[in-house]
């Protein structure tokens, strides 16, 4: 069977996997998000997905446990106002995030970074190589409309902690969603990863999803 690894360490991205039925292993990448943004100057929101999605996905490529897999990285950036927000880490930050977004709207983008690192030579016996060679990306993006939020329900919000490490300050699928009127696009690129984009990224390496599909899952 295909092994398929997330560069990521979020269990968001990890369950919405496990309920799609698609089988896999985590093993995160040690990329310092600031010094990739750094070196290649990109300050574009699509862009910096995109770019730290492969940025994570070449360094788990890398390690000698992702030999024979294919490999998903993918990070998510939230555009609001002409402004790229990424994890809030402080409630100062959150708040002020928030009192902005209250009844308004921004685009999650994610990005998506697949690497085959799957052999590609051609066996003694002439058979076809199982690896392509891939690596590809994509980005996903959604529209997030948020209703009006009072200072007293972000607060709460903020002390759960919940929105702190999240693109943006808000998730979807959690705590978060109560606050969010409508998605327009892919609702699990706002989660984090979207398994119709992985399903695209899948066909450069010649591997159908369906192959991921973990039979006991069903």
């Not at 979020?10 to 309920?19: D, F, G, H, M, V």
């Not at 990306?137 to 702190?164: D, K, R």
């Not at 159908?208 to 899952?217: M, N, P, Q, V």
């Amino acid at each position: 069977m295909t092994r398929l690894i997330l560069a990521s360490q979020s269990p968001a991205r990890t369950k919405l996997l496990a309920e799609a039925g698609i089988k896999h292993e985590v093993l995160v990448s040690d990329v310092d998000e600031d010094a990739v943004q750094a070196k290649y100057g990109v300050t574009d929101s699509h862009d910096t997905a995109l770019l730290l999605a492969r940025a994570k996905a070449e360094a788990v490529a890398a390690l000698p446990e992702a030999e024979g897999a294919l490999v998903i990285g993918c990070d998510s950036v939230f555009e609001f106002d002409g402004e790229s927000h990424g994890k809030p880490y402080t409630a100062d930050v959150a708040r002020e995030r928030m009192l902005r977004m209250s009844g308004s709207q921004g685009v999650l983008h994610t990005g998506h970074w697949l690497v085959d690192c799957r052999d590609t030579a051609v066996d003694t016996d002439d058979e076809a190589a199982e690896g392509t060679g891939a690596t590809v990306g994509a980005v996903s993006s959604a529209e997030v409309h948020f209703a009006s939020m009072s200072e007293n329900e972000i607060n709460a919000y903020i002390a759960t902690g919940e929105p702190l490490h999240c693109a943006g300050s808000f998730t979807i699928d959690g705590l978060g969603g109560a606050f969010i009127r409508k998605v327009d696009g892919d609702p699990h690129a706002v989660v984090g990863l979207s398994i119709s984009t992985l399903r695209d990224l899948l066909v450069h390496a010649k591997v159908g999803i369906t192959e991921l599909w973990d039979a006991d899952s069903h």
